[in-house]
C-alpha cells in the first residue's frame, strides 16, 4: 500500500512537471505561432486579390466613344460644301485590354438582322432628307432608313483603321486600360442635318461591341 502511495505521487509529479513544460512550450512558441498565422493569412489574401484582379481583367471591358466635327467654311473652291473633319475619341475605361476584331477585306466585322458591318471600327454617315419630313416625328437610324441617305460619293462605311492594317488586311490595333487615342478622317460635304454614327468591335463581338451615333450640322 505503501509503494502504491508512493508510485502515485511520483506519477502526480511527473504529469505536473510535463504539464508545466507543455505550457511552457506553448508559451515559448505563441510569438512564432502568430508570425506563422499571420504570413499565411497575407498569402491568401495576396491569392484572393490576385485572383479578383485577374477575374476582373479578362470580365470587365469598357468603352467610351465620342465623335465632334470641325468644319472649315473659308474654301472657295468649294462653293456650298464643306470640308469636315470628323475626329473619333476612344478611352478605355475597363480594366482589361480591348483588341479590335481582326477581320480582312473579304469579311465583315458583325452581322445581324437589323445591320451588316465591315470594319472593326468605322464611321457611317447618313444625311438627314428634311424636305421630306413634313410633321413631328422621330429619325432613328435603323427604322427611318427612307428618311436618311448615304451622301453621295461616300462610301456605305469608313474604314478608321486602315493604317493600322497588316500585309493581309486585317487590323492590328489595340487600347490598354486607360489609355486614350484619336482616330479620323476628313469627308466633303453639302450643307445639311447629318447622322454619324461610329462603332467599335472586339474580338468577341457578342460582348465587346460599341457604337454611338451624333447629330452633326453642316452650314
Known amino acids: 500500500m505503501q509503494n502504491f502511495k508512493h ?8 504529469s505536473r512537471v510535463l504539464i508545466s513544460s507543455k505550457i511552457k512550450f506553448v508559451f515559448s512558441h505563441s510569438q ?3 508570425h506563422l498565422i499571420l504570413c499565411l493569412a497575407t498569402v491568401v489574401a495576396g491569392v484572393w ?4 484582379f485577374i477575374s476582373g481583367r479578362e470580365s470587365n471591358a469598357h468603352l467610351f466613344m465620342d465623335a465632334t466635327a470641325t468644319i472649315k467654311t473659308n474654301i472657295p473652291s468649294l462653293g456650298e460644301r464643306r470640308l469636315v473633319f470628323i475626329d473619333v475619341f476612344l478611352n478605355n475605361t475597363g480594366k482589361r485590354r480591348i483588341d479590335a476584331e481582326r477581320v480582312s477585306t473579304n469579311q465583315v466585322a458583325y452581322s445581324d438582322p437589323g445591320e451588316t458591318i465591315k470594319y472593326s471600327c468605322g464611321i457611317q454617315i447618313r444625311k438627314i432628307l428634311t424636305p421630306l419630313i413634313q410633321t413631328n416625328q422621330d429619325v432613328d437610324w435603323f427604322d427611318n432608313t427612307n428618311l436618311l441617305e448615304c451622301p453621295p460619293g461616300l462610301p456605305q462605311e469608313v474604314d478608321l483603321l486602315g493604317e493600322c492594317d497588316l500585309p493581309d ?6 487600347i490598354e486600360p486607360s489609355d486614350q487615342c484619336h482616330l479620323g478622317h476628313a469627308f466633303i460635304l453639302d450643307k445639311g442635318d447629318y447622322l454619324v454614327k461610329i462603332h467599335f468591335i472586339g474580338t468577341n463581338p457578342d460582348e465587346d461591341f460599341w457604337s454611338r451615333i451624333v447629330y452633326m450640322q453642316v452650314d
Open 169 to 174: 488586311g486585317t487590323p492590328d490595333f489595340w
Open 32 to 34: 512564432n505561432f502568430y
Open 49 to 52: 486579390t490576385y485572383q479578383n
Open 7 to 14: 508510485i502515485a505521487v511520483d506519477l502526480t509529479k511527473k
